[in-house]
């Protein structure tokens, strides 16, 4: 009885269970790089995304006091403020970094020969000497502070605005937008004419071109770099746009191919014989029946082919350099890695910015991913 045609599996629960948990492996770290990227960096080191709208308590570095002394009542005194952000409030507070919470806000600490420092809670200090304070070594004040939730758009500007911070993020993004755009429409327009004529038309030698494809989706591409590059010297294309295009379109073409003829060799036969006997060409029928029919293909393999164009390294830094004006996204992600691994909200900014366009892709194309992919499986 539990094979009924119509009875649910009673493994069904399982399986939403499974699905339920891979949307939420991949869901839950884009959404926690999408909040650290609108939150300052102490923040970020001082706790996780998912606390980010809670008020956070956090040790922060030690500040040395400054200022001006003006002389009041007989006593020489320096006023001034720690930090800036009036809405943190100040918990404790001590001068030596092995009892950093040794005094609560408000006290007064005597630091000897007639020094007396009191910090209140929002952060104000206040440092009394019976004698000049010219020649004092001022000394340095540790705080641990509760501070609000706080979200700014400072990361992004600073990221495309300012070369020092961003390294020039803004030029990698349209770089790397050079680079995809034209290395996804290439190889789909090449293959997609390889794939009708290796589905529909007949000639002499067409089951090893098949046979070949099928073959080059399993060569390494770090095989052909060296000696692809060396072509693209010989032949005066060398490193730049044109020869990533290429390189790009020659390492996707197997996997377009071998995709579109699958599709195109389900569609059904009546219909392009039926245009034939009404005396439409090949090219009349690849343009008005077989490339509307084949959208779902096309757009699966766009999808492969942006993304892998779009998270590239490797090929970009061989077919088209180093500097600063020639660099990928990645390129740039890898160099903030090195000289700005502390700027966790620089990072998190860029990295965002990096997955944000393959996200609007993937989204917008995605109903067409399974079909295209499905392509020729069954009958």
Known sequence: MDNIAGKKSALTWAV???????????????????????????????????MSLSAQEQQLPPIRISGEEVERDGKFVIEGRLFDNENSAISAWGTNVNRPTEFLPGAVADLGDGLYLQVNEVGGYTLTSATSLKDVRMPRIFTTATTPPEFTTDNYFNIFNNPSAGQSIGQAFLNTMTVAIPATIIPILIAAFAAYAL????????ALLIAAIVGLLVVPLQLALIPLLNFHNNIGIGKGYMGIWMAHTGFGLPLAIYLLRNYMVGLPRDIIENAKVDGATDFQIFTKIILPLSFPALASFAIFQFLWTWNDLLVALVFLGTGNDQLVLTGTLVNLM??????????SASAFVSIAVPLVVFFALQRYLVRGLLAGSVK
């Open 338 to 347: 090195g000289s700005r691994g502390g700027d966790w909200e620089i990072l």
């Open 16 to 50: 939403h269970l499974s699905a339920a948990a891979l949307v939420l492996l991949w869901l839950l770290p884009t959404l926690g790089l999408f909040i650290s990227s609108f939150r300052s960096g102490d923040q970020i080191a001082g706790s996780g995304w998912w």
């Open 199 to 206: 589905a529909w038309m007949d000639f002499p030698g067409r």
